[in-house]
């Protein structure tokens, strides 16, 4: 089998492109394959195939198995993956996820893709609640951009109450989970636990949902997310729609 290892922001993934591999049954390779110390290590694994309704088509599985509605940090990959091996020549391209078709603008230079747009769609909070821990209350708000994410507004953030809150609000509700911090009013930090993987460098979707709700604190329209593993730009547009803006890097082509 071939596979592609790839990254946004540290957010990597085996790329495995099904419209020249055939392989079945993934979710229970992913435990294997995603260790990082026994196999090939990753967040997850993200399949590319032919679509009747878009250009291609994404599947991601978590390290776990499990699978989700969309990625991201992935889907960018996934546009760089397709042009770069000349799969496609269009720089906009449609993709289809779990959570529908999201156009990708590509940005190239010496004919390699560098930096991919995803149009994210139209965020939705769907639900506040108040969660304790350590008998201090905290708000988590509850909002939808392809994956639900549980975001939590915090003046600190702190490994102790990334690795316990989390697992909490996990336990409860099957979610993302996001730390952020106001560094000013152009500049987000954010920390990742995610269902599945537990702490990531970086999550695509979970930076717009960062950002979708501090635009409706604020009301502004653009901000940098400063991850672990980097920087996204989001912003939205008058129709609502936010736009993800980052890089996407192959680290190595592979076979087992």
Do not use: W
């Not at 390779?29 to 290590?41: A, E, N, Q, Y």
């Not at 316990?164 to 000013?184: G, H, R």
């Not at 009301?219 to 997310?225: G, P, T, Y």
């Not at 920087?231 to 547009?237: A, E, G, P, S, Y």
Request: charged share 25%; net charge neutral; with cysteine.
């Amino acid at each position: 089998m071939k596979f592609t290892k790839m990254e946004g922001l540290g957010n990597d993934y085996i790329y495995i492109d099904l419209t020249r591999e055939k392989i079945e049954n993934i979710p229970s390779i992913c435990k294997k394959l995603c260790d990082r110390h026994f196999g090939i290590g990753s967040d997850g694994i993200i399949t590319i195939d032919k679509s009747s309704v878009a250009d291609y088509k994404m599947n991601i599985y978590n390290a776990d198995g499990t699978e989700a509605k969309m990625c991201g940090n992935g889907i960018r990959c996934v546009g760089k993956y397709l042009y770069d091996n000349k799969l496609t020549r269009k720089k906009e391209i449609n993709i289809e996820t779990l959570s529908g078709i999201k156009k990708l603008y590509l940005k190239t230079e010496y004919d390699i893709v560098k930096e991919v747009t995803v149009d994210m769609g139209i965020a939705k909070t769907l639900k506040t609640k108040i969660v304790e821990y350590n008998n201090t209350p905290y708000e988590v708000e509850y909002v939808t951009t392809g994956n639900m994410h549980a975001v939590i507004f915090l003046k600190e953030i702190n490994d102790k109450i990334v690795n316990e809150l989390a697992p909490i609000i996990q336990e409860i509700d099957d979610v993302n989970v996001e730390f952020v911090k106001v560094l000013d009013k152009n500049n987000l930090f954010v920390r990742v636990y995610e269902r599945g993987s537990k702490e990531t460098l970086a999550c695509g979707t979970g930076a717009t949902a960062s950002a979708y709700v501090y635009f409706n604190k604020e009301k502004i329209n653009k901000v940098n997310v400063n991850l672990l593993g980097g920087k996204l730009v989001i912003n939205t547009l008058e129709n609502k729609h936010l736009l993800m803006t980052g890089p996407a890097n192959k680290i190595y082509d592979g076979v087992l």
